[in-house]
């Protein structure tokens, strides 16, 4: 395996809905009720036209107390060699 990455991952990803089966977690700013958007099944949240590199947020609602707000956060990717058998991370 000979198999090298160069240079900065840039671009932009091209979808209109990306379901990331993990989870963004905020506390309400009001009443502090824990609140857990998942990004995939069972509820299908998922972020829209999703950007690379670029602040993005995600709107969270407190259904407890009615308030409302915005966290924000950077969708990174990246690329990572591994072995043809894919269990060894060349990279590292």
Not at 24 to 37: A, G, M, T
Not at 38 to 56: R, V
Request: charged fraction near 25%; aromatic fraction near 10%.
């Amino acid at each position: 395996m000979n198999l090298r990455i160069d240079g900065q991952i840039t671009g932009e990803i091209d979808c209109k809905r990306l379901y990331l089966g993990c989870s963004l977690v905020s506390n309400c700013p009001k009443c502090q009720q824990e609140i857990n958007i998942i990004l995939g099944p069972p509820e299908y949240y998922y972020l829209s036209y999703p950007k690379m590199n670029k602040k993005q947020l995600m709107h969270f609602y407190c259904s407890e107390c009615q308030e409302a707000w915005d966290e924000f956060f950077v969708l990174k990717v990246d690329l990572i060699p591994i072995d043809p058998l894919g269990t060894k991370n060349l990279s590292d």
